[in-house]
């Protein structure tokens, strides 16, 4: 079963390292609740650097005029780094709360105090896609609820906030320079939340579908021997009867009852592991083994002739002579083989039939033997008489 190692995309090695980030276990925290944490934790730490820079730039622009400001900086940062604490032992959904709430907070005292005009409400944009990141499934209506207050506070920002501050004004060239630095973050954290979106959900369909495949295994396939179960050889008899001449095999594994009585189940087990491998590496390219139940196997083999699958059989037998080595001791195992063949007829329940009767033949001869029953074509239905037309 093949398994992707990297995921589709443009730059995958980008998303690929985004989405190990962001699925690091923080806090113990796994699941849902993991990955929320980690975005948490991940947001924390870029929203602590941005409102560090921001109130270091406000201090030494103007400290006097911007000391409000500063001091609403400080204590963000220092929310934020408590945030980052509770994150960090586990308490996933406080320090969510904390990371959107002084976020926005912060936003909206800025952009109440400088103006619209330096673009620090743009950040808010960003918050509708984060609320579905910092949050859990469970957690929905503080998604909803957030998602709401940040599109509120953007519109108050955006509407009602005068251009320029009351209280301070920057001059119109540090403004420009605050919105460019404002709308590129915005833009590249949008960009970031976009791609860890993308990537996230390429990582959880491709889990989907491995699992998917791995359950397909498993029902397809017998846990003990690596052979196909029941199933996919039914299935593959099927398909056969009706397009191409073939031929079955019933093997059992002679005294194998014994074995299991003598040296226990666990040594019956080994035996079967290995003759399953035997078997596998015996067949040629295009033919079917399968664990038929117990230790009864079944072979398929598409256009193979009566006389093509019984050699195929007896050198399988000869295979199997090799003792199989159990803890400490080995065995010499024998089978006993009844064969067929059939026509592309739709009638694969018979051609099973004919190798379990050749199988008993086997069994009745001696055991450690090929019997073979022929495939007899059905005679022809008598025609019935031409009337002759009257002249």
Not at 7 to 18: E, R, T
Not at 40 to 56: E, K, M, P, R
Not at 260 to 281: I, M, P, Q, S
Request: hydrophobic content about 45%.
């Amino acid at each position: 079963m093949a398994t992707p190692s990297r995921m589709d995309g443009p730059w995958p090695g980008v998303g690929d390292a985004l989405t190990n980030y962001l699925e690091r276990r923080v806090g113990g925290q796994t699941g849902d609740v993991g990955r929320a944490a980690s975005a948490t934790q991940a947001f924390l730490i870029f929203a602590l650097v941005l409102a560090t820079s921001y109130t270091v730039f406000f201090a030494v622009y103007d400290l006097e005029g911007l000391r409000p400001v500063v001091y609403v900086g400080i204590g963000t940062v220092v929310g934020y780094l408590g945030a980052l604490v509770l994150v960090r032992t586990g308490h996933q959904l406080t320090s969510a709360i904390l990371a959107v709430t002084f976020g926005t907070l912060q936003v909206a005292y800025a952009t109440q105090y400088i103006g619209w005009i330096a673009g620090i409400q743009l950040y808010l944009i960003a918050g509708g896609q984060l609320v579905f990141m910092l949050f859990t499934q469970r957690q929905w209506l503080l998604r909803w609820a957030y998602l709401a207050v940040a599109v509120c506070t953007f519109f108050y920002c955006q509407l009602v906030v005068p251009e320029h501050g009351e209280d301070f004004s920057f001059s119109d060239s540090a403004n420009g320079v605050l919105f460019s630095v404002n709308a590129t973050l915005t833009l590249l954290l949008i960009y970031a939340l976009a791609a860890i979106s993308y990537y996230t959900a390429a990582r959880v369909r491709a889990a989907a579908d491995n699992a998917a495949a791995r359950a397909e295994y498993l029902a397809n396939t017998d846990e003990l021997t690596g052979l196909s179960n029941r199933r996919p050889v039914v299935r593959r008899l099927d398909e056969l009867s009706v397009s191409t001449r073939y031929a079955v095999a019933i093997a059992d594994l002679d005294h194998f009852k014994s074995l299991n009585d003598t040296f226990g189940h666990e040594c019956g087990d080994r035996v079967l592991a290995v003759v399953g491998a035997r078997f596998r590496e015996g067949l040629r390219a295009g033919d079917s083994v399968g664990r038929w139940g117990g230790e009864e196997f079944i072979f398929v083999m598409a256009d193979a002739s009566l006389d093509d699958a019984v050699v195929t059989m007896e050198r399988l037998r000869a295979d199997l002579s090799a003792p199989v080595p159990c803890f400490g001791h080995s065995h010499d195992v024998r089978m006993s083989v009844g064969v067929t063949d059939a026509q592309p007829d739709g009638m694969a329940h018979r051609a099973l039939q004919r190798a379990d009767a050749a199988l008993y033949e086997a069994k009745a001869a001696g055991r450690d033997t090929v019997h073979a029953i022929a495939d007899v074509a059905p005679a022809p239905m008598p025609q019935p008489p031409q009337r002759r037309r009257r002249s």
